[in-house]
């Protein structure tokens, strides 16, 4: 067998023969080695060490004369060439192998893994270690099989073999033939035993020697030592029968080489061949040991190996712990995967959970916002008092104010205790700037928190990204919660659990509300003093005791998107009241939707909440408004001339401006736009015409001819224009009227068959406003009066009304034709009757009427379609 690389090659520098000399001698002069890689690797080739040539003593017992110089180098070439070939020391009948042990350090075996060191190349660097050390012979491995050999031994070695990965070495002895191998071994160990020899990096256990009875196998593998030894059973030769040693056989043959803590045969069912046995050494040494000195060992006849032999074939076996933590963690994931996610879970807690209430507490208190310092509020006021459009500003803003001073004292005041504040009113009426302008002006730890953005929001992470900042809670890992969803699909594929990684929205909704319900509780009790004279009030306690304390929250938009997702609503609503609840903050709800009070109350369902409704401004506070809005860009307002009573900017075309305002009506939204239109160079009327034409043409894009699928809105189209048609003739509807009318009560849409669910929606969308009267709604309105206004322009045009009005019309039909079918249906059923009787004569009466009065509305309708197709075709 040819083997993987050149083994035990026995080289030399030019000039340096190999001769037998006696250990008296120095045994090494000088180290070299031979590349072979005509035939073998590089990084695969093996090294010998060979003592040199010295001037021979004469031995103690005599021994042939040595070859010349020439003959010697032949013969060690000769040598050396078919150990490569066969893998195995070519011994003669007067030489003889002994391994000695804990020659090198077995750690240095780890470093064989990298391909390109091999032992050749490690020996080299033992030796420049060795060198530079200053230690000499003392230290060279070399140097410790010359002292382990008794002086007066009458043998000479005639080649050394390292085995880094054993951390030994074989050496080669010619002996007499009037002392035996045993004997050697005998003196060896007697000494070694005397006089133990203790290398550097084994100070506790010296060399020990033994003599090989096999024959070594020089591999290179990627095979290191083991405790556990295999022992194969095999025959010497082709075609012969091997025998299983006995358990008793294999221990008489190992203990020798040290203690045995378990011989395992091979179980009695086993189709493996060869057959084989495991023996378990409690030191690595002795294995080490066993195994170089007994691979290739013939048993004999007589040892219990057969007639014809067995031959132990010795390989190391990678023992597994059966109980190593990592096999279990590998073995069970289904309890380890949920378990490292806790840890995860844990350790962000520990880690971030500080850091993210930190950040909350600094977004609460504005602590890094640069207008809250006091050197901005100084350049403020002192750029103000210098600015006439400022004041002009607050001018018109102090009239709104004081047209609602009622209500923001009233705010003020309920600040003073538990509160559960709620401010309706339709949008664009002021609610945020009155509380964050007036009612919380000056006031500390104030959080302002806007549904809107949160809830427009696209995909979860989005959601919690803005719900993150809203409230200062950072640093926040939105897009983690992707890859941790991946995670637990990939772990729940393949081991039939979830990991537990990912969160749902619900989770990381709570998880931030619940870090900034801690972050609010550490800022209300930051004023807290041990020298206070309730200091030894618990912490629940001082919160109620002082309300003044408590942080304010905001919660602006609120409902502002009523639709069937609403977690993020639900959750805001249970975490305000559980703020409330344990008098941990304020908190005030803006919204402008009249259905508000169904969250609110499955949150709070102990407790009434607190109620303010804001309207719109009377026509003189909107005027007001208006005028101060057009003089704050005119630094020569104060020539202004006086028309009742109030002042209005120079060169300005302000007629009509009481009409146009009472067009508006008093929504802060619209006056500002209005404003600006004249600002702009518009009179008040163009600057109205061209704000109800634009709020004419969204009513038109969003209710009546809408690009929204069926499933997206409640309502129809008939639905809508039935309102508007109706509203521009009345200003008010009462409820249940429009509920009994033909678009509302037979709507052939499915999703809009439910008349009231349609109102709430279309109130909601804020084209029409409910009014209630004792609980339930009673009249209807435009949902502002600028809408009022745009209804009236919808209705003037005639191809808009006529096509409208075709399709109710037409929806009109269907359902009367439903009802001739259904007539005509029960009719029929009623004609196969056997004979007619008197019972069913009335039935048939009045079916036929029905029938009769339903074809007749059919043919109203028809008549009335051909004129409005009329208007269609001749107009544009």
């Not at 000769?78 to 030489?95: C, I, L, M, R, W």
């Not at 350049?379 to 004041?391: E, I, P, V």
């Not at 919160?543 to 502002?560: F, G, M």
């Not at 559980?578 to 102990?606: C, E, G, W």
């Amino acid at each position: 067998m040819i083997p993987r690389r050149s083994l035990a090659t026995v080289t030399r520098y030019p000039g340096i023969v190999r001769s037998t000399v006696s250990l008296r001698q120095p045994l090494l002069g000088a180290v070299a080695w031979r590349k072979s890689g005509h035939v073998f690797p590089r990084r695969l080739a093996d090294r010998a060490w060979e003592s040199t040539a010295a001037p021979p003593t004469p031995p103690a017992t005599p021994f042939p004369s040595s070859p010349a110089s020439e003959p010697a180098s032949s013969s060690s070439s000769s040598s050396a060439n078919k150990e490569q070939e066969t893998g195995h020391f070519d011994v003669k009948p007067n030489e003889s192998l002994f391994f000695f042990e804990n020659i090198f350090p077995r750690k240095l075996s780890s470093l064989l893994r990298y391909p390109t060191e091999t032992d050749g190349d490690m020996t080299a660097l033992l030796r420049r270690f060795y060198s530079a050390s200053g230690s000499g012979g003392s230290l060279d491995p070399i140097a410790f099989v010359k002292r382990a050999i008794p002086e007066d031994m009458p043998v000479k070695v005639t080649e050394i073999l390292p085995r880094l990965k054993d951390g030994g070495a074989f050496v080669k002895v010619q002996y007499d033939a009037s002392i035996s191998p045993s004997e050697i071994e005998s003196t060896l160990l007697e000494k070694l035993e005397q006089h133990p020899l203790k290398p550097w990096f084994s100070p506790f256990r010296g060399i020990k020697a033994r003599l090989v009875k096999g024959t070594p196998w020089l591999e290179d593998l990627y095979r290191f030592p083991s405790s556990l030894v295999k022992v194969e059973f095999v025959p010497p030769e082709p075609g012969a029968a091997a025998e299983e040693l006995s358990e008793e056989n294999l221990y008489s043959m190992f203990r020798r080489y040290g203690k045995i803590a378990d011989i395992l045969p091979q179980p009695f069912d086993s189709k493996v061949v060869p057959k084989y046995a495991q023996i378990g050494f409690p030191r690595l040494s002795d294995a080490i040991m066993a195994r170089n000195c007994m691979h290739g060992f013939v048993v004999t006849e007589s040892m219990g190996g057969g007639k014809t032999g067995t031959l132990l074939r010795l390989s190391y076996v990678k023992k597994v712990k059966a109980h190593s933590i990592w096999n279990w963690l590998t073995s069970h994931p289904r309890i380890v995967i949920p378990i490292l996610a806790a840890i995860l879970a844990g350790a962000s807690v520990m880690i971030f959970d500080p850091i993210r209430t930190f950040f909350i507490k600094l977004h609460v208190s504005h602590s890094l916002r640069f207008t809250e310092s006091r050197l901005y509020k100084w350049f403020k006021s002192q750029t103000d008092s210098l600015s006439f459009k400022s004041s002009r500003h607050m001018d018109g803003l102090n009239t709104v104010w004081n047209h609602r001073r009622d209500v923001i004292d009233q705010l003020q005041n309920w600040l003073d205790g538990s509160t559960f504040i709620v401010i309706t009113g339709p949008r664009g009426s002021g609610k945020s700037e009155m509380v964050m302008d007036q009612a919380l002006a000056g006031r500390k730890n104030v959080l302002l928190v806007d549904c809107k953005p949160i809830v427009d929001a696209s995909g979860e992470a989005g959601t919690i990204k803005r719900l993150a900042g809203a409230v200062g809670f950072r640093p926040v890992f939105s897009w983690a919660n992707s890859i941790s969803s991946l995670i637990d699909l990939a772990v729940q594929s393949t081991t039939g659990v979830k990991a537990g990684f990912s969160e749902t929205l619900d989770t990381q909704v709570s998880k931030i509300l619940h870090t900034t319900t801690g972050a609010l509780k550490q800022i209300g009790l930051s004023s807290r003093s041990k020298h206070d004279k309730d200091a030894q009030l618990s912490e629940d306690a001082y919160l109620e005791a002082h309300p003044e304390n408590r942080p304010v929250i905001v919660i602006d938009n609120y409902l502002h998107k009523n639709e069937e997702i609403t977690i993020v609503y639900d959750k805001i609503a249970d975490w305000a009241a559980s703020l409330v609840q344990n008098n941990i903050a304020h908190v005030i709800f803006l919204t402008s939707d009249s259905s508000y009070s169904k969250p609110l109350s499955r949150a709070m369902p102990d407790r009434v909440f607190r109620t303010l409704s804001l309207g719109d401004l009377e026509h003189k506070v909107a005027k007001n408004f208006v005028t101060s809005r057009l003089a704050e860009d005119n630094p020569e307002s104060a020539k202004a001339s006086v028309e009742d009573g109030k002042k209005t900017a120079k060169h300005m075309d302000l007629t009509g401006l009481d009409e146009c305002i009472e067009t508006l009506g008093g929504r802060l939204t619209d006056l500002e736009f209005l404003s600006r239109r004249i600002k702009a160079g518009q009179t008040p009327r163009q600057a109205v015409d061209e704000i109800v034409g634009e709020t004419a043409t969204d009513i038109v894009k969003i209710f009546l001819m809408g690009k929204t699928t069926e499933s997206d809105k409640k309502w129809s189209a008939e639905q809508a224009w039935h309102l508007i048609k109706s509203l521009a003739d009345a200003p008010s509807l009462r409820y249940h009227q429009v509920l009994l009318s033909p678009a509302f009560a037979s709507s052939t849409s499915s999703n809009a068959a439910d008349g009231e669910a349609a109102l709430e929606a279309l109130a909601s969308a804020e084209l029409i406003a409910l009014k209630s009267h004792q609980g339930r709604p009673k009249l209807i309105s435009a949902g502002k009066p600028l809408h009022q206004a745009a209804f009236s322009v919808l209705v003037g045009d005639r191809v808009l009304k006529a096509k409208m009005d075709m399709a109710i019309m037409k929806e009109m039909a269907k359902t009367e034709a439903k009802t001739i079918d259904a007539v005509e249906t029960e009719l029929s059923l009623l004609g196969q009757l056997p004979r007619q009787t008197l019972e069913t004569a009335g039935r048939v009466t009045y079916l036929l009427e029905k029938l009769d009065a339903s074809q007749r509305k059919i043919d109203d309708l028809e008549k009335q379609m051909v004129g409005l197709k009329k208007v269609l075709v001749e107009e544009y």
